[in-house]
């Protein structure tokens, strides 16, 4: 009789305990204190409890908070671990009722600061498997922190960012444009440009798979150009690579679409000058975009390619042609491209 008391017990606390779990809503957010100081917060809410963290974009150090819902939509969130049996920072605000946003006010009492917050909900991609973790997130958030520079649409690549008619959205922070070409250490660019990208490398280099030895500022890298989309649900990023041996020139420029948990999405080549020469080829390349305003990117090519050699009856041979085409990529909800491809001219 005791023993299936015990077991009616534990059942009993299994099941309030997973319920609790399957009960517990997780939310993540990003924005801004003072529309100057931006942050990203997760919340766990379980019935009118909320537990979570959130951290200083600039900083990624995280800072545990709890609080509870208030009538009226109101919401309390106080920083865990009182100094002096005060906690140093409070959030009070209102959320939206489809937990999209949160707005309010944030005070440091320690330091008699107050100023008003804005939070926006991010989410996982339409298709998108993976769940969010905050820790995936906070590290992600190294990344992100050189594409700071947002563009204003329409605007044209081709190596780098064309300078004619191009302007920076106009509440642009002037600190930002240093993340302008800035390069990404090789530690980020392995784990979120190398490892994840699929896209097939021109020539005899594989520009994705550079080994850290050979990975120099002034030689071999990947610079930073600017955060073209920033959407709740993922970010799409222009990443710069640029190699010149004397005999070959790789001056490519990728458009990288990730969640903010830092899982690649998509990625597709938007400016190329490339002029190489590898196992009897002879290759000339440059591609130029138009970033639209709609998410519509048009892609346009022009390739010269020569080839030149040896037959197995030793006999020489030389062929050259060029290739001319445009290329559409539409820019999905789920952060990935639609690709539409118009052969404009080939001649051999």
């Known amino acids: 009789m005791t023993k299936l008391l015990y077991l009616i017990v534990l059942l009993f606390t299994t099941s309030s305990i997973y319920a609790q779990k399957r009960d517990t809503l997780y939310h993540f957010f ?14 766990k809410q379980a019935g009118s409890t909320l537990k979570g963290a959130y951290f ?10 709890e609080g509870e819902l208030r009538d ?5 969130l106080r920083e865990v671990g009182a100094i002096n049996n005060q906690n140093p920072s409070i959030f009070v605000g209102t959320y939206s009722a489809d937990w999209k946003s949160i707005n309010g006010t944030w005070e440091n009492i320690l330091k008699n600061r107050r100023y008003s917050f804005h939070l926006k909900a991010i989410q996982r991609p339409i298709g998108q498997a993976i769940p969010y973790r905050f820790d995936n997130i906070r590290r992600f958030q190294e990344f992100l922190n050189y594409f700071d520079l947002e563009p204003a ?16 959205k106009s509440d642009l922070k002037e600190s930002s444009k240093e993340d302008y070409k800035k390069v990404i250490p090789y530690r980020l660019a392995k784990r979120y440009i190398m490892n994840q990208v699929q896209l097939t490398s021109e020539g005899s280099f594989n520009y994705f798979d550079i080994q850290a030895k050979n990975y120099k500022p002034h030689e071999m890298h990947y610079t930073t150009l600017c955060c073209v989309y920033r959407t709740p649900t993922y970010v799409g990023l222009l990443v710069h690579l640029k190699r010149d041996t004397g005999w070959d020139r790789y001056d490519v420029t990728f458009l990288l679409t990730y969640d903010y948990a830092g899982h690649l999405l998509d990625a597709c080549k938007v400016g190329k000058n490339l002029d190489l020469e590898y196992n009897g ?10 970033f639209l305003i709609d998410s519509t990117i048009e892609m346009r090519s022009s390739r010269f390619l020569v080839e030149y050699g040896t037959t197995v009856r030793e006999e020489e041979y030389y062929k050259e ?11 999905q909800p789920s952060g990935r491209f639609i690709r539409q491809e118009v052969l404009l001219k080939q001649n051999k």
């Open 281 to 290: 080829r002879q290759l000339k390349e440059k591609m130029t975009s138009h």
């Open 56 to 65: 200083y974009d600039k900083y990624r150090k995280s800072v545990a908070i």
């Open 321 to 331: 042609g060029t290739h001319k085409q445009r290329i559409y990529y539409i820019l």
């Open 153 to 168: 649409l329409p605007f044209v690549v081709h190596e780098g960012i064309q300078k004619k008619g191009f302007r920076w």
């Open 30 to 43: 990003k924005g801004s204190v003072n529309k100057e100081y931006s942050i990203t917060m997760e919340l």
């Open 72 to 76: 009226g939509n109101l919401m309390v």
